[in-house]
C-alpha cells in the first residue's frame, strides 16, 4: 500500500529554493577575509548545518582564532544581496502548493529564521507552511533528527506519518532518524533534467 503522509516537512536551502549556489559566493567571502580552507565538495557535503558551526569547526581544525558567532552574521550580511537572485526549485514548491489546505506543511531548516523567512518570502510560498522551524529552534542541528520532530510537533503530526524532503545525506539522515518517509531531492531533479 503507498504511503499518504499526513504531514510534509521541506528542508529549504537546495530543496525549496535554490540558494546553495549564492550561499557559495557569499561562503567565498568569509573564508577568504578569515584566510579558511573550505572546498566547494565539502560546503555542499555540509547542506543543512548552521554556518556558525561550520566555521567553528573549520577554525579548530585549522588553527584560526575567530568569533564563529560573529562570522556567521558577516556570512549572513554576504548572503542577503543575493537573495533577490533566488528562484525556486519547482518540482518540490509543486509538491507543497499540491498539498496546501489539505494536509499540514512545514519547512525544517539548518538556516535562520531571518533568512528563511525572507527566502519563503521572495519566492511568495511562506503562506505554504503551518510551520517554519530553524536552526535556532532546536540544540541539536542535522544529521540530528530534532529539527524535523520539532517541525511535526508544531504541526501535530506524529513524525511517524510525516514525509521529509530532503538534498543533503546528512538531512537524509536526519529525516530517517526523526522516522519519517525521506524522499531525496536530488532523485527527483536528475529525472526532471531535460532529456529525461
Known amino acids: ?3 499518504e503522509p499526513k504531514g510534509i516537512v521541506f528542508d529549504c536551502d537546495g530543496t525549496l ?3 546553495m549556489p549564492l550561499h557559495w559566493r557569499a561562503w567565498q567571502t568569509i573564508t577568504k577575509r578569515y584566510n579558511l580552507h573550505f572546498p566547494e565538495d565539502r560546503f555542499y557535503s555540509l547542506g543543512g548545518v548552521p554556518s556558525r558551526d561550520i566555521l ?7 588553527g584560526v582564532t575567530l568569533d564563529h558567532i560573529q562570522a556567521a552574521h558577516e556570512k549572513e550580511n554576504a548572503y542577503l544581496p543575493l537573495m533577490a537572485q533566488v ?5 518540490v514548491v509543486e509538491v507543497a502548493r499540491e498539498n496546501f489546505g489539505k ?5 525544517a531548516s539548518g538556516g535562520t529564521r531571518q ?8 519566492l511568495k510560498i511562506r503562506h505554504l507552511f503551518n510551520a517554519v522551524v530553524t536552526s535556532e529552534c532546536v540544540v541539536n542541528q542535522k544529521p540530528a533528527p530534532d529539527i524535523f520532530l520539532e517541525a511535526a510537533r508544531r504541526i501535530g503530526v506524529d513524525p511517524k506519518f510525516c514525509r521529509g524532503y530532503e538534498d543533503t545525506d546528512l538531512g537524509m539522515q536526519a529525516i530517517r532518524s526523526a522516522g519519517m518517509e525521506a524522499v531525496d531531492v536530488r532523485h527527483l531533479l536528475a529525472k526532471n533534467l531535460p532529456g529525461k
Request: no cysteine.
Open 87 to 91: 528562484e525556486p526549485i519547482h518540482v
Open 17 to 19: 529554493a535554490d540558494t
Open 56 to 62: 567553528k569547526m573549520l577554525a579548530e581544525e585549522q
Open 1 to 3: 500500500m503507498k504511503f
Open 115 to 122: 533568512i528563511i523567512e525572507q527566502v519563503l518570502e521572495h
Open 103 to 107: 494536509i499540514p506543511l512545514a519547512v
